[in-house]
């Protein structure tokens, strides 16, 4: 009764209510005036695509949508016009005369009320099933009694027949699976797995196609190659495109990577056939669109005239590489990121944040930085400043494999080096401050990473070190992060991004390791599939399993997760959308509906404080884990 009457207010104090941001301001009326606005039945697949259009979630590729209505009163169900009505409070104003606005609509038909009139849902066909799914709005109270009257009814009146199913991508649905069992059922990895195509950067690309079997073969500079890969390797080259024989979740480092640099890319699984290995060294055109691509013989002089070469002028970095004080994050502000680097100075904001948000969520234990001054004073020894001199004076003119033989002398020669001993015994005074067991995390925080208009994702190291351990000693475990520095991929990714390279500093981020991971991930700050609605998109993956770059075999469960209060004004739960579930858990979602909650509530802290302290246009990838049954954030940066 108490609902009914809560929504007996929102009737009235909504009918002149202004739309949201689910609806576009201005209606088509021209396109209105066709007549061909609604079907009741569909009597082949051409009367489905004469209706159909592009799904609102872009989840997977192929897929067309022809979203239907079901009146509960009439019983009668229309099947819409998808490419006139983009949303079903349109169709159902314009033609069924519902009146009270949109919040009303929405919170009268996406709830178990009496006050509900509509069914909504989308008939999604799938090309790679050749099947058909109902779909409803994952947050959706819909009954039982009526997904089964909607089924029906469209088997009743249109052509699909035993060709239909109901997708189940959601935590409602799957708790009214008992009582539709009966229905063939669709879940988010049966249709994930029938895909061989992947969009990741649409574009047009020319250049010589090239065939690159091993990541270690990969020529770190060929401008007017498109690279075919196998895997997904950490360093992209410079080159006109690349394909690859992988799908890659949305924080994989070639997607990261490829949208940093504009890149067009896509993943094809079959891309290695015979029939596509023998346009290697072959001069191409690859077309990449959302739904498909095409690859093209051309002749040299059409690809050399459309070869994009890049131009920046030179990106001089700051680095602080006077002050040495070894202290906790909770000493520093955020623009002490000219002392500490960008990794550790975001921490700082999350550690600031968490304290002010008590039990929403952790940061790392024990956190406290080694700034750039040691840094600059292990690299000022004679026999490593000699040889980066050489490096940077040499590296245009120096072959492939010299430069990494140059690299890999350099790196050999900052682990050889004896650390300054005060910089030791302040690090290890302040592990044995924390009274663990001295095992810590040593972390890359250079003045080339994390950072606006470069990521760095993937370059540098993370070490362990552990106190009065001689295998895996402290000195060992900073040494490497430094010599990380240098790396070949992390120093020709520099290169291609311009970065004058003798200003490149590394700062160590320093924390409690994680001794035993529950569950592993990366949130970006915003629903990427439909960037028009809020959300947050999540890849999760059980204890350590690598989330950025998988072994071939492993998938992650992939979701986005988003309130429904704008439909359901009753519930605090948290929406979730499954795009597809991991394959490392026995089918079951990596995270527990209160793990989920939980995350959503400590991500949307971290997006409101981080648009107004830094930008309010960019949205951030932020890791997190969760130990001991509580809520990690590790590492925020941003996302592009």
Known sequence: MWRFITLLLVFLTTALCLKSFFLPEKKNQTTKKSSNLYQLKLADSNSFQALSGSPLVAKYNGVSTVKVVYDLKSKKLYYINSNVYTYHFDFCEDILGFQGGLTLFNQTNYTETSMRKYGLANLNYYPTLNSYGLEFVTEDEISPNIITAIYKKIQETSYIKNKLFILINGELLKQAVPEIQPLPLLYPNDIYASLSYQCIVTGDAYGKLVFISSSKDIPFYQEDCIY?????????????????????????????????????????????????????????????????????????????????????????????????????????????????????????????????????????????????????????????????????????????????????????????????????????????????????????????????????????????????????????????????????????????AHIVQDGVMMAILCHQNFPEEEANGVVVTKNIYRPSFPGFTVNVQTKELSVVQPDSNLQCDQFTMFKPADFNPFTDDIAVDYIAYGNQNMGKPVLSIHQIQQLYKAIAVCDEYFAQFINSSVSYDIEFKFDDGKLFLKQIRPYF
């Open 228 to 496: 075919v890969l196998q895997g997904s390797p950490l360093f992209i080259p410079t080159c006109q495109g690349i394909i690859t024989d992988q799908f890659q979740t949305p924080l994989s480092h070639i997607q990261v990577l490829t949208h940093n640099k504009r890149m067009p890319c896509f993943a094809y699984k079959e891309i290695w056939n015979k029939s596509f290995q023998e346009l290697n060294n072959s001069w191409v055109h690859v077309r990449i669109t959302t739904d498909s691509f095409f690859i093209q013989k051309v002749e040299e002089n059409v690809c050399r005239n459309n070869v994009r070469i890049g131009k920046q002028e030179a990106v001089k970095l700051e680095a602080d590489t006077i002050f040495r004080a070894i202290q906790p994050l909770a000493s520093f502000k955020y623009k002490d990121k000219n002392k500490i680097g960008n990794k550790a100075a975001n921490l700082y904001l999350l550690e600031k944040l968490s304290k002010e948000n008590r039990n929403v969520f952790n940061t790392p234990a024990g956190s406290f930085a080694i700034p750039f001054y040691y840094y600059q004073q292990h690299i000022s020894d004679s026999l490593i400043k000699t040889q980066l001199d050489y490096i940077l004076k040499s590296k245009s003119t120096l072959k492939q494999e010299e430069l990494k033989f140059a690299l890999k002398t350099l790196r050999n020669l900052i682990l050889a080096k004896k650390m300054d001993p005060v910089c030791l015994k302040l690090v290890e005074a302040a592990i044995r401050k924390q009274g663990n067991d001295g095992s810590y995390r040593f972390r890359s925080s250079s003045n080339a990473e994390d950072a606006p208009g470069f990521s760095g994702a993937g370059l540098y190291s993370s070490k362990t070190g552990i106190l009065g351990d001689s295998m895996k000693s402290i000195e060992l475990a900073i040494k490497k992060v430094w010599a990380s520095t240098w790396s070949f991929e992390a120093f020709i990714t520099r290169e291609q």
